[in-house]
């Protein structure tokens, strides 16, 4: 069964880090493009960051440039997302997918084939 699993997530004060993890069963993430996104309430899906198969394309939102790096490990078969300088307005579900599409594709259209269930990120005093 193929499976992505996001984890990392918490409560953070303003001003504090993460480091989200992707970790993927029953298929290696080699061959694949992976993006972050987040949802906060009421609000539509945006894409974070994206990374490709061959770790020669990355994106990074406008609004995390900066505070925000996304990297691989294929050997751990788990992509992370780095995050920095965390603000109340990165609080959202934050979710990892998989694609065989190049990195803009998947973050302009925010769909891929494959999705974790998401891990929450709370940035809040």
């Known amino acids: 069964q193929l499976r992505l699993v996001e984890s990392g997530g918490g409560l953070v004060q303003p001003g504090g880090s993460l480091r989200l993890s992707c970790a993927a069963s029953?298929?290696?993430?080699?061959?694949?493009?992976i993006g972050w996104f987040r949802q906060a309430p009421g609000k539509e899906r945006e894409g974070v960051s994206c990374?490709?198969?061959?770790?020669?394309?990355?994106y990074i939102a406008e609004s995390v440039e900066g505070r925000f790096t996304i990297s691989r490990d294929n050997a751990k078969n788990t992509v992370y997302l780095q995050m920095n300088s965390l603000k109340p307005e990165d609080t959202a579900l934050y979710y990892c997918?998989?694609?065989?599409?190049?990195?803009?594709?998947?973050?302009?259209?925010?769909?891929?084939?494959?999705w974790g269930q998401g891990t929450q990120v709370t940035v809040s005093s």
């Open positions: 997918a998989a694609d065989d599409r190049d990195c803009r594709t998947v973050v302009v259209t925010t769909q891929a084939d494959y």
């Open positions: 029953g298929f290696t993430l080699d061959y694949y493009t």
């Open positions: 990374i490709s198969s061959d770790n020669g394309s990355r």
